[in-house]
């Protein structure tokens, strides 16, 4: 599941008040396939977070109950005062950029454009528990569209991978 902050860390409500963690994220339907090669992808256009299992869009609807996210700011924060969704996640508050001279005493590790396998939270960097390989990461400087997805995926070639 891709993380997304815009404070560098734990997540804050309209209010100011903060959530223990970066509680920012997209949540697939799915689950990722194992034992098996497979395509994982992200895309964020300064409004919503979106996660793809080999190149489809893995689009999953908010349900609060059963999702536990009952707190307003999964409710009432997002577009028009609604909901901010599962797959696609509102996030209409960008990308956390580092700056040394602010943020020197609360991240003093530094900054980052992103991790892979990791987050901060709780006032430390978390490895995530990835089960798996690796064969290949890509970085882009805008948010591809759907079908730019299927294509990198179809591209990977991962059928043809043992």
Do not use: Q
Not at 34 to 56: H, M, P
Not at 126 to 146: K, M, P, Y
Request: glycine letters at 14%; aromatic letters at 12%.
């Amino acid at each position: 599941m891709p993380h997304i902050s815009s404070e560098g860390g734990v997540t804050r409500r309209a209010d100011g008040s903060p959530f223990p963690w970066c509680a920012d994220y997209a949540v697939t339907a799915g689950e990722v396939p194992t034992e098996t090669w497979c395509t994982l992808a992200f895309t964020y256009d300064g409004k919503f977070i979106r996660a793809y299992i080999n190149g489809v869009l893995d689009a999953l609807e908010l349900d609060p109950v059963a999702h536990k996210r009952t707190d307003r700011y999964f409710t009432a924060e997002g577009p028009g005062g609604g909901g901010r969704g599962m797959n696609p996640y509102y996030h209409g508050r960008g990308i956390f950029r580092y700056d040394p001279a602010t943020h020197a005493t609360t991240k003093p590790a530094g900054g980052s454009d992103f991790t892979v396998r990791a987050r901060y939270a709780v006032g430390k960097m978390l490895g995530e528990a990835t089960i798996g390989r690796f064969g290949g990461l890509a970085v882009f400087n805008r948010a591809l569209t759907d079908g730019e997805m299927k294509r990198l995926h179809a591209a990977a070639g991962i059928s043809t991978l043992k």
